[in-house]
């Protein structure tokens, strides 16, 4: 059992001062009290807030980012986005993605992200591939201490009505048979903080016949565990789901699949208020991504109506052109603003604090995505949390709520000091034990895939 002191921080929804945290060995907090002096010798750190679950992650696509801004004469787009990424991604190898995780995985933490999904759907075609590039992500997980829920992605075609998949699209697929072997011998894999969960690509990836014997051999596995998709991101896609099936993406999801709780829509990015009054009525998360979808020029979801209705969110940073938890609220936020011409609309007509009201929300959410026990700093949740620096100018006169605002909305450089996950303190004053040797790594092999990629291009 250890104890941990903070000064003040969000304690369920409310805010405490004096905090005493009760951690056990498994990381799961047991015991909250507040109002306590630290034993002498002993300093209380500082705010303490709930850490933040990365609800969707292509991780290899992080040694992509910043590299595609360039444009080409022709269409620009997220089409055109995608053909350079399959480029990319045919140079990834097991190698190349533990160590892509691993720089990506440290990043997170530092940011305040303690867990991830990661969407994976690098298999390289048969399962002792396939299980490679898992491992790696699995080893990425454990040596950074990055909390994971394991999402491997069933992937078949490259459009609605059975289009066979291109040649881009090969590391993605599995032959048959070779996912649900996949799936089976990863779930003993994914012990403690780590978590095995269910994902198909999208409906133009996954055919309606391929559902239910994934989903049912999920569930003679752990029929808790979470199920995520790529929903509706584009309207190209939109469109073809319409052609194809005469329904709208989520609206073909609500009336073929029995989406509940365990389901996270991955960009429910185009809506209409059945769709997303039916994703909030199931209780499902929407997994919202609001930095790639600006960098893609994907849309912007209904947030405020969803959230309105009770609709539960999370984040996830996706391609990683930002790993910033700050910077997707920020974003999500300000779509709202800048389409509405109004202020703090996310919080609702009933008033409140945007900053803490989405730190808390998405938290929430994303801990329900991700199937693990985290998002508040309660009893019987795990201890993944963050400690902010308060020295840090930003928190000038700003008190318990207009702390988490400032956080949110003004907080820079990062002030995000200490990280735990499961008890332990994976970032101390800012710094992760592992990031010179990790980030040399990465420097180095990043570098070596660039210049392959321009002797081939
Ligand atoms: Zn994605």
Redesign the pocket.
């Known amino acids: 059992m250890q104890k941990h002191y903070f000064k003040d921080g969000l304690i369920g929804a409310n805010w405490a001062s004096d905090i005493c945290l009760h951690v056990d060995a498994d990381g799961l907090v047991t015991k909250v009290e507040t109002g306590v002096i630290p034993p002498r010798g002993i300093v209380a750190h500082a705010t303490v807030l709930p850490a933040m679950p990365n609800l969707?992650s292509?991780a290899f696509q992080r040694a992509f980012a910043g590299l595609a801004e360039f444009r080409t004469p022709g269409q620009s787009d997220f089409w055109s986005w995608r053909t350079a990424m399959y480029h990319f991604a045919a140079h990834m190898t097991p190698e190349a993605v533990e160590v892509i995780a691993s720089a990506l995985y440290i990043e997170m933490l530092k940011a305040g992200y303690s867990a991830v999904g990661e969407?994976h759907y690098l298999h390289n075609s048969h399962v002792d591939q396939a299980l490679a590039m898992s491992d790696a992500i699995i080893t990425a997980a454990e040596q950074t201490g990055i909390a994971l829920t394991h999402l491997p992605v069933l992937y078949q075609t490259a459009d609605f009505g059975g289009v066979p998949a291109s040649k881009g699209q090969a590391p993605f697929l599995h032959a048959d048979g070779e996912y649900d072997r996949l799936l089976k011998i990863l779930k003993p894999r994914l012990k403690g903080r780590n978590k095995l969960g269910l994902c198909f690509h999208s409906l133009r990836a996954v055919p309606e016949e391929a559902f239910a014997p994934a989903i049912a051999t999920m569930d003679s596995l752990d029929d808790s565990a979470p199920i995520h998709i790529?929903i509706a991101e584009q309207m190209r896609e939109v469109e073809a789901c319409v052609k194809s099936t005469g329904k709208r993406p989520v609206e073909w999801l609500l009336a073929n699949q029995n989406v509940d709780a365990r389901w996270c829509l991955?960009?429910a990015t185009h809506v209409n208020e059945a769709e997303w009054r039916g994703i909030a009525e199931r209780g499902a998360v929407v997994g919202l991504c609001p930095a790639t979808e600006a960098n893609l020029g994907d849309g912007i979801f209904p947030a405020a109506e969803f959230m309105a209705a009770g609709g539960r969110f999370g984040i996830g940073s996706?391609s990683h052109i930002s790993i910033d938890p700050r910077e997707e609220l920020r974003l999500l936020e300000y779509g709202q603003r800048l389409t509405r011409q109004a202020r703090t609309v996310l919080t609702g007509e009933g008033g409140g604090h945007t900053g803490e009201f989405l730190w808390a929300q998405a938290a929430k959410g994303g801990a329900q995505a991700l199937g693990q026990p985290i998002g508040e700093i309660a009893v019987g949740k795990r201890a993944d949390l963050i400690v902010l620096d308060r020295t840090c100018p930003t928190f000038a006169g700003a008190s318990y709520a207009q702390v988490v605002d400032a956080f949110v909305f003004a907080g820079q450089p990062n002030p995000v000091s200490d990280v735990m996950v499961a008890g332990e303190w994976v970032v101390r004053a800012g710094k992760h034990a592992k990031e010179d040797e990790v980030f040399a790594r990465y420097g180095e092999l990043v570098g070596r895939i660039a210049a392959k990629m321009e002797g081939v291009e």
């Open positions: 969707h292509h969407f790529h991955i960009h996706d």
